[in-house]
Structures are given as C-alpha cells and as structure tokens.
Nanobody, 118 residues
C-alpha cells in the first residue's frame, strides 16, 4: 500500500541542474522525515539530504551548497533540486520515508537514474 515514486532523473551535462520529485502515498506524509540517498555502481548507498516533519534539513557535506531538499505536504511530495552537477554525481537516486516514533517505519522508492556526462 505504501508507495514512493521518484521522477525527474535523466541525462544532464556537467554544470547543469536537475530537480527530482518523490510522490508518496499510503503514509501520513506530514509526520515522516523524508530523504534522498544515492548509489553509484560499486558504491554503498549514501545520504544526499533529509528534511524532517518540522522542515529541518540536513545535507551531505560534499553536496552542501549544490543541493536543496524541500517538501510540499499538501502534495505528499519531496523534492531535490540539484545544481552545478558533476560526473561524480552520477548514481541512482532513491527516495526515503522514515519515522522513529509510534511504530517505526522505513520505506524506499524504486530509484531514478541521474547521469551527468558531456
């Protein structure tokens, strides 16, 4: 019943921008911390950014200043704006929904491919 559906990935040139979206259903969206993670071939899945139910944000140090996470609770959607993209940003980007209070839950989307190449 729970679904996290990512969209917005694709091919972009170095220095370009991209906005990813994640539409959630089957959860009370407003009580979840939402996040974006990424995984490149041969690498572990790593944090990109998170945003709490109170709109507190957290970013990976390597990406701070280039990415912005935001949420629209009315649309049950979390966004990731990525600017000044680099080839090393190439990865599958995954949406995450997490809550630790009252029946802890951790959900993942299917991922969307981001390729940064000239």
């Amino acid at each position: 019943q729970v679904q996290l559906v990512e969209s917005g990935g694709g091919l972009v040139q170095p220095g370009g921008s991209l906005r990813l979206s994640c539409a959630a259903s089957g959860i009370i969206f407003g009580i979840y911390t939402m996040g974006w993670y990424r995984q490149a071939p041969g690498n572990q899945r790593e944090l990109v950014a998170t945003i709490t139910s109170g709109d507190t944000t957290n970013y990976a140090d390597s990406l701070k200043g280039r990415v912005t996470i935001s949420r629209d609770n009315a649309k049950n959607t979390v966004y990731l704006q990525m600017n000044t993209l680099k080839p090393e940003d190439t990865a599958v980007y995954y949406c995450n929904a997490y809550k630790s209070n009252f029946r802890p839950r951790d959900y993942w989307g299917q991922g969307t491919q981001v390729t940064v190449s000239s």
